[in-house]
Protein backbone atom coordinates (compact mmCIF):
# COMPACT_ATOMS: atom_id res chain seq x y z
CA UNK A 1 0.00 0.00 0.00
CA UNK A 2 0.97 4.00 -0.75
CA UNK A 3 0.90 5.58 2.67
CA UNK A 4 -2.11 7.55 1.02
CA UNK A 5 -4.21 4.53 0.73
CA UNK A 6 -2.72 2.86 4.35
CA UNK A 7 -4.06 6.39 6.13
CA UNK A 8 -7.44 5.25 4.78
CA UNK A 9 -7.24 1.94 5.54
CA UNK A 10 -5.25 2.33 9.20
CA UNK A 11 -8.78 5.12 10.07
CA UNK A 12 -10.79 1.55 9.22
CA UNK A 13 -9.04 -0.82 11.13
CA UNK A 14 -10.95 -2.54 14.12
CA UNK A 15 -9.71 -1.39 17.20
CA UNK A 16 -7.95 -3.77 19.91
CA UNK A 17 -9.34 -5.23 22.60
CA UNK A 18 -6.82 -3.92 24.88
CA UNK A 19 -6.63 -0.52 23.77
CA UNK A 20 -10.94 -0.47 24.85
CA UNK A 21 -9.66 -2.02 28.22
CA UNK A 22 -11.40 -5.51 26.78
CA UNK A 23 -7.99 -7.82 27.77
CA UNK A 24 -5.61 -9.15 25.86
CA UNK A 25 -1.92 -8.24 24.96
CA UNK A 26 -0.71 -6.08 21.97
CA UNK A 27 0.32 -7.11 19.05
CA UNK A 28 3.66 -8.10 18.38
CA UNK A 29 3.82 -7.32 14.91
CA UNK A 30 2.68 -4.45 12.37
CA UNK A 31 -0.81 -4.20 10.92
CA UNK A 32 0.46 -2.42 7.76
CA UNK A 33 2.61 -5.44 6.95
CA UNK A 34 0.43 -8.02 7.64
CA UNK A 35 -2.81 -6.74 6.22
CA UNK A 36 -0.30 -6.05 2.93
CA UNK A 37 0.75 -9.93 3.39
CA UNK A 38 -2.65 -11.11 3.11
CA UNK A 39 -3.53 -8.48 0.22
CA UNK A 40 -0.58 -10.08 -1.58
CA UNK A 41 -1.61 -13.36 -1.17
CA UNK A 42 -5.40 -12.53 -2.26
CA UNK A 43 -4.06 -10.23 -5.46
CA UNK A 44 -1.09 -12.72 -6.51
CA UNK A 45 -2.64 -15.63 -5.68
CA UNK A 46 0.04 -17.39 -4.28
CA UNK A 47 0.00 -20.18 -1.81
CA UNK A 48 0.58 -19.21 2.23
CA UNK A 49 3.91 -21.01 2.01
CA UNK A 50 5.21 -19.28 -0.98
CA UNK A 51 4.78 -15.93 0.66
CA UNK A 52 7.95 -13.84 -0.11
CA UNK A 53 10.78 -13.46 2.49
CA UNK A 54 9.79 -9.20 2.48
CA UNK A 55 6.90 -10.50 4.60
CA UNK A 56 6.24 -12.08 8.12
CA UNK A 57 6.73 -15.63 8.76
CA UNK A 58 3.75 -17.55 6.43
CA UNK A 59 1.90 -19.03 9.37
CA UNK A 60 2.03 -15.69 11.06
CA UNK A 61 0.37 -14.14 8.24
CA UNK A 62 -1.86 -17.18 8.42
CA UNK A 63 -2.77 -16.38 11.78
CA UNK A 64 -3.48 -13.20 11.61
CA UNK A 65 -6.40 -13.78 8.24
CA UNK A 66 -7.33 -17.22 10.48
CA UNK A 67 -8.21 -14.56 13.77
CA UNK A 68 -9.90 -11.96 11.69
CA UNK A 69 -11.79 -14.31 9.89
CA UNK A 70 -12.80 -15.84 13.03
CA UNK A 71 -13.82 -12.77 15.19
CA UNK A 72 -15.42 -11.13 12.36
CA UNK A 73 -12.82 -9.01 11.93
CA UNK A 74 -12.47 -8.64 8.79
CA UNK A 75 -16.23 -7.98 7.71
CA UNK A 76 -15.80 -5.41 10.41
CA UNK A 77 -12.64 -3.87 8.35
CA UNK A 78 -14.16 -4.51 5.40
CA UNK A 79 -18.12 -2.62 6.14
CA UNK A 80 -16.06 0.15 7.53
CA UNK A 81 -13.99 1.14 4.41
CA UNK A 82 -17.63 0.82 2.77
CA UNK A 83 -19.16 3.03 4.54
CA UNK A 84 -16.24 5.52 4.15
CA UNK A 85 -16.85 4.78 -0.18
CA UNK A 86 -20.80 5.65 0.70
CA UNK A 87 -20.13 9.18 2.54
CA UNK A 88 -17.58 10.24 0.08
CA UNK A 89 -20.06 9.62 -2.45
CA UNK A 90 -22.63 11.55 -0.41
CA UNK A 91 -24.62 8.47 0.42
CA UNK A 92 -26.43 7.33 3.39
CA UNK A 93 -23.94 4.43 5.40
CA UNK A 94 -27.22 2.50 5.01
CA UNK A 95 -28.44 1.21 1.53
CA UNK A 96 -31.85 0.75 0.61
CA UNK A 97 -31.47 -1.25 -2.13
CA UNK A 98 -30.05 -3.39 -3.57
CA UNK A 99 -28.60 -6.47 -6.53
CA UNK A 100 -28.61 -10.01 -5.97
CA UNK A 101 -26.75 -12.62 -8.23
CA UNK A 102 -24.17 -15.64 -8.13
CA UNK A 103 -21.10 -16.82 -9.85
CA UNK A 104 -20.32 -20.09 -9.93
CA UNK A 105 -15.72 -20.99 -10.12
CA UNK A 106 -14.29 -24.33 -10.57
CA UNK A 107 -13.20 -25.92 -7.39
CA UNK A 108 -9.48 -26.72 -6.97
CA UNK A 109 -8.17 -29.88 -5.32
CA UNK A 110 -7.82 -28.57 -2.16
CA UNK A 111 -11.82 -28.04 -1.97
CA UNK A 112 -13.18 -31.08 0.14
CA UNK A 113 -15.97 -33.05 -1.46
CA UNK A 114 -18.60 -32.29 1.20
CA UNK A 115 -18.47 -28.39 0.54
CA UNK A 116 -18.07 -28.66 -3.66
CA UNK A 117 -20.82 -29.77 -6.09
CA UNK A 118 -21.92 -29.62 -10.20
CA UNK A 119 -23.38 -26.41 -11.45
CA UNK A 120 -25.53 -27.83 -14.82
CA UNK A 121 -25.81 -24.74 -16.34
CA UNK A 122 -22.14 -23.05 -15.72
CA UNK A 123 -20.65 -26.33 -16.43
CA UNK A 124 -18.49 -26.36 -13.60
CA UNK A 125 -17.70 -28.03 -10.71
CA UNK A 126 -16.74 -26.28 -7.32
CA UNK A 127 -18.57 -23.66 -5.46
CA UNK A 128 -21.01 -20.80 -5.93
CA UNK A 129 -20.76 -17.07 -4.86
CA UNK A 130 -23.88 -15.71 -4.25
CA UNK A 131 -23.43 -11.91 -3.26
CA UNK A 132 -25.67 -8.32 -3.09
CA UNK A 133 -24.60 -5.70 -3.67
CA UNK A 134 -25.80 -1.48 -3.52
CA UNK A 135 -26.30 0.89 -6.32
CA UNK A 136 -22.42 1.55 -6.31
CA UNK A 137 -21.41 -2.16 -6.40
CA UNK A 138 -20.15 -2.48 -3.12
CA UNK A 139 -20.48 -5.88 -1.35
CA UNK A 140 -23.50 -5.79 1.65
CA UNK A 141 -23.53 -9.78 1.63
CA UNK A 142 -21.64 -12.42 0.61
CA UNK A 143 -22.48 -16.51 1.16
CA UNK A 144 -20.04 -19.28 -0.29
CA UNK A 145 -21.96 -22.66 -1.44
CA UNK A 146 -21.34 -25.63 -3.29
CA UNK A 147 -22.22 -24.83 -6.80
CA UNK A 148 -24.91 -27.39 -6.71
CA UNK A 149 -26.71 -25.09 -4.21
CA UNK A 150 -29.82 -23.46 -6.35
CA UNK A 151 -29.57 -19.59 -6.83
CA UNK A 152 -33.45 -19.42 -5.10
CA UNK A 153 -32.61 -22.04 -2.39
CA UNK A 154 -29.13 -19.79 -1.59
CA UNK A 155 -31.22 -16.78 -1.85
CA UNK A 156 -33.44 -17.58 1.10
CA UNK A 157 -30.62 -17.92 3.28
CA UNK A 158 -28.71 -14.81 2.06
CA UNK A 159 -31.68 -12.19 2.15
CA UNK A 160 -32.12 -13.10 5.42
CA UNK A 161 -28.74 -12.61 6.63
CA UNK A 162 -28.78 -8.94 4.26
CA UNK A 163 -31.80 -8.66 6.19
CA UNK A 164 -30.02 -9.00 9.85
CA UNK A 165 -27.31 -6.38 9.00
CA UNK A 166 -28.51 -3.72 6.63
CA UNK A 167 -32.54 -3.39 7.85
CA UNK A 168 -33.07 -0.30 5.88
CA UNK A 169 -32.73 -2.55 2.74
CA UNK A 170 -36.29 -2.50 1.14
CA UNK A 171 -35.73 -3.30 -2.50
CA UNK A 172 -33.92 -5.90 -4.12
CA UNK A 173 -33.21 -6.78 -8.06
CA UNK A 174 -32.59 -9.97 -9.11
CA UNK A 175 -32.18 -12.36 -12.18
CA UNK A 176 -35.11 -15.03 -13.24
CA UNK A 177 -33.35 -17.71 -11.08
CA UNK A 178 -34.66 -16.04 -8.03
CA UNK A 179 -38.50 -16.02 -8.89
CA UNK A 180 -39.64 -18.94 -6.47
CA UNK A 181 -38.05 -16.32 -3.82
CA UNK A 182 -40.80 -13.29 -4.44
CA UNK A 183 -43.44 -13.89 -1.68
CA UNK A 184 -40.90 -15.38 1.11
CA UNK A 185 -38.87 -12.01 0.73
CA UNK A 186 -41.66 -9.73 0.54
CA UNK A 187 -44.32 -11.70 3.49
CA UNK A 188 -41.36 -12.84 6.08
CA UNK A 189 -38.60 -10.22 5.57
CA UNK A 190 -40.47 -6.99 4.78
CA UNK A 191 -38.42 -7.07 1.10
CA UNK A 192 -39.50 -5.85 -2.75
CA UNK A 193 -38.00 -8.30 -4.86
CA UNK A 194 -37.83 -7.56 -8.35
CA UNK A 195 -37.23 -9.90 -10.89
CA UNK A 196 -35.49 -8.18 -14.12
CA UNK A 197 -35.41 -10.57 -17.23
CA UNK A 198 -34.07 -10.51 -20.30
CA UNK A 199 -36.45 -10.57 -23.03
CA UNK A 200 -36.55 -13.59 -25.88
CA UNK A 201 -37.14 -11.49 -28.40
CA UNK A 202 -33.68 -9.62 -27.39
CA UNK A 203 -30.54 -11.20 -29.74
CA UNK A 204 -26.99 -10.85 -28.50
CA UNK A 205 -25.49 -8.98 -25.39
CA UNK A 206 -27.65 -6.44 -23.97
CA UNK A 207 -26.87 -4.60 -20.81
CA UNK A 208 -30.14 -4.89 -18.62
CA UNK A 209 -31.01 -2.27 -15.98
CA UNK A 210 -29.53 -2.93 -12.38
CA UNK A 211 -28.53 -6.01 -13.15
CA UNK A 212 -25.00 -5.08 -14.75
CA UNK A 213 -23.86 -3.44 -11.12
CA UNK A 214 -23.64 -7.18 -9.72
CA UNK A 215 -21.72 -8.36 -12.95
CA UNK A 216 -19.50 -5.42 -12.47
CA UNK A 217 -18.68 -6.53 -8.94
CA UNK A 218 -18.14 -10.00 -10.06
CA UNK A 219 -15.30 -8.47 -12.79
CA UNK A 220 -13.57 -6.95 -9.92
CA UNK A 221 -13.42 -9.72 -7.93
CA UNK A 222 -11.79 -11.26 -10.66
CA UNK A 223 -9.09 -9.32 -11.08
CA UNK A 224 -7.61 -11.39 -7.71
CA UNK A 225 -5.83 -14.23 -8.76
CA UNK A 226 -7.02 -15.86 -5.64
CA UNK A 227 -10.50 -15.69 -6.85
CA UNK A 228 -10.23 -16.99 -10.09
CA UNK A 229 -10.71 -20.35 -8.80
CA UNK A 230 -11.80 -21.48 -5.24
CA UNK A 231 -9.21 -22.92 -3.59
CA UNK A 232 -10.21 -22.70 -0.10
CA UNK A 233 -10.71 -26.07 2.42
CA UNK A 234 -13.86 -23.52 4.41
CA UNK A 235 -16.40 -21.42 2.71
CA UNK A 236 -16.26 -19.08 5.91
CA UNK A 237 -12.55 -18.64 4.55
CA UNK A 238 -13.42 -18.24 0.89
CA UNK A 239 -16.24 -15.42 1.57
CA UNK A 240 -12.85 -13.77 4.09
CA UNK A 241 -10.92 -14.22 0.71
CA UNK A 242 -13.87 -12.20 -1.02
CA UNK A 243 -14.43 -9.62 1.41
CA UNK A 244 -10.15 -9.29 1.16
CA UNK A 245 -10.18 -8.23 -2.49
CA UNK A 246 -13.25 -5.41 -1.97
CA UNK A 247 -11.51 -3.79 0.41
CA UNK A 248 -8.79 -3.37 -2.06
CA UNK A 249 -11.10 -1.88 -4.56
CA UNK A 250 -12.39 0.02 -2.24
CA UNK A 251 -9.24 1.22 -0.35
CA UNK A 252 -7.96 1.82 -3.95
CA UNK A 253 -10.47 4.36 -4.39
CA UNK A 254 -10.63 6.16 -1.22
CA UNK A 255 -6.72 6.60 -1.61
CA UNK A 256 -7.46 8.41 -5.13
CA UNK A 257 -10.28 10.42 -3.90
CA UNK A 258 -7.88 11.93 -1.40
CA UNK A 259 -5.41 13.19 -4.22
Excluded at 7 to 12: H, S
Excluded at 224 to 252: F, G, N, P, Q
Aim: glycine share 8%; hydrophobic share 45%.
Amino acid sequence: MTDAEWAGVRAALPVPGWLEGRGGQPEGYCHRQMVDAVRYLVAGGVTWRSMPADFPAWDRVYAFFRRWRDKGLTAEFHDRLRDRIREAASRDPEPTAGIIDAQSVKGAASVPAATRGFDGGKKANGRKRHIVVDTLGLLLAVMVTAASVTDRDAGQTLLARLSERHWHITLVWADGGYTGQLAVARSVLRIALTVIKRSDDTAGFVVLPKRWLVERTFAWLMRSRRLARDYEARTDSAEAMILWSMSMVMSRRLARRRH
